[in-house]
């Protein structure tokens, strides 16, 4: 028989709730509210005095190169960061859900570098790719002949923010796979095993597939990872540079609307950024779920 919880007052319910809708109304939607009218405004620095322009705002932003730019920037930023992160912490996930000596130990020190700040990441990885100092980049020009400098170099240092970012999401990543792969059965792995599949064929006919519910939830959180979540390495890091090459849009709107005091153009950025994040989520739930396979 199904227990029912029954509240003696019918207001109960929605004095239990209010809280959460407070919080949530003053700090989500109000925000998002004062952004979309602001995006039709044109500010003085200060915010004392405003004039509706209506798309004029939108209308400069896509006609200005270096938001044309950036838009190409955050695209690869963003997909190569989430495709370097999901692939490793699979990676490692299946390594480390082989291993049959420390086992918590191996995992809890796989788990740790989600817990570093993005800024601390960020500078981690400065000091290591450093042209003067950074033991890699000093490594890669002994060895390699190869002269890395994201100081001066633009695509050195989109691909160090890269690195940075995607190292701290790997342990985001490891963890969902891990327990994604303990839940397979293992019965499954045996008789693909005593049938001869290889490793290989076992991982890509079986465990893949099976993970697929996983995979796709990580790809949505990463992306929007890779738009939002690594403002700080960027600041930290590159402030944007060198000549823009890591400027990618939520950055630009930080550039625009709290260095350059442009609210408006800030504002109308935000908009932007948030219908393409929109965008972005559901092409995948409309399309990528169509692949994924959930168990019965």
Same mark, same amino acid.
């Given at each position: 028989?199904?227990?029912?919880?029954?509240?003696?007052?019918?207001?109960?319910?929605? %004095?239990?709730?209010?809280?959460? %809708?407070?919080? /949530?109304?003053?700090?989500?939607?109000?925000?998002?509210?004062?952004?979309?009218?602001?995006?039709?405004?044109?500010?003085?620095?200060?915010?004392?005095?405003? @004039?509706?322009? &209506?798309?004029?705002?939108?209308?400069?932003?896509? @006609?200005?190169?270096?938001?044309?730019?950036?838009?190409?920037?955050?695209?690869?930023?963003?997909?190569? /960061?989430?495709?370097?992160?999901?692939?490793?912490?699979?990676?490692?996930?299946?390594?480390?859900?082989?291993?049959?000596?420390?086992?918590?130990?191996?995992? /809890?020190?796989?788990? &740790?570098?989600?817990?570093?700040?993005?800024?601390?990441s960020g500078v981690l990885w400065l000091f290591l790719l450093h042209p003067s100092f950074g033991?890699?980049?000093?490594? *890669?020009?002994? &060895?390699?002949?190869?002269?890395?400098?994201?100081?001066?170099?633009?695509?050195?240092?989109?691909?160090?923010?890269?690195?940075?970012?995607?190292?701290?999401?790997?342990?985001?990543?490891?963890?969902?796979?891990?327990?994604?792969?303990?839940?397979?059965?293992?019965?499954?792995?045996?008789?693909?095993?005593?049938?001869?599949?290889?490793?290989?064929?076992?991982?890509?006919?079986?465990?893949?597939?099976?993970?697929?519910? /996983?995979?796709?939830?990580? @790809? #949505?959180?990463?992306?929007?990872?890779?738009?939002?979540?690594?403002?700080? %390495?960027?600041?930290?890091? @590159?402030?944007?540079?060198?000549?823009?090459?890591?400027?990618?849009?939520?950055?630009?709107?930080?550039?625009?609307?709290?260095?350059?005091?442009? *609210?408006?153009?800030?504002?109308?950025?935000?908009?932007?950024?948030?219908?393409?994040?929109?965008?972005?989520? #559901?092409?995948?739930?409309?399309?990528?779920?169509?692949?994924?396979?959930?168990?019965?």
């Amino acid at each position: 028989m199904q227990k029912r919880s029954v509240f003696k007052s019918k207001y109960l319910p929605y %004095v239990l709730i209010l809280p959460q %809708v407070l919080v /949530t109304l003053t700090f989500f939607y109000w925000p998002a509210a004062q952004g979309l009218i602001q995006s039709f405004l044109l500010s003085d620095p200060f915010g004392q005095s405003s @004039t509706f322009v &209506w798309f004029e705002n939108f209308v400069a932003i896509f @006609t200005d190169p270096l938001y044309l730019k950036s838009i190409g920037i955050t695209i690869v930023f963003s997909l190569t /960061t989430a495709f370097v992160s999901i692939s490793l912490g699979m990676i490692i996930a299946t390594l480390a859900n082989r291993a049959t000596r420390c086992k918590a130990l191996i995992r /809890t020190m796989l788990i &740790w570098p989600y817990a570093v700040a993005p800024a601390i990441s960020g500078v981690l990885w400065l000091f290591l790719l450093h042209p003067s100092f950074g033991v890699v980049a000093l490594a *890669l020009k002994k &060895w390699f002949g190869f002269n890395w400098n994201p100081v001066l170099n633009g695509n050195d240092a989109l691909a160090m923010v890269i690195i940075a970012s995607a190292w701290k999401e790997i342990s985001y990543n490891f963890v969902f796979f891990m327990a994604g792969l303990q839940a397979i059965p293992h019965s499954l792995i045996e008789a693909a095993s005593m049938d001869g599949a290889s490793p290989f064929r076992r991982f890509f006919a079986i465990t893949l597939p099976l993970l697929s519910p /996983t995979l796709f939830f990580l @790809t #949505v959180m990463n992306i929007i990872y890779a738009f939002f979540e690594t403002f700080g %390495v960027i600041h930290a890091v @590159t402030q944007g540079g060198p000549g823009g090459a890591t400027n990618t849009l939520v950055y630009k709107v930080y550039q625009d609307g709290f260095v350059g005091l442009d *609210l408006g153009s800030s504002a109308a950025q935000s908009v932007i950024l948030m219908i393409l994040i929109v965008g972005v989520t #559901v092409f995948q739930f409309k399309f990528i779920e169509k692949r994924v396979q959930y168990a019965g």
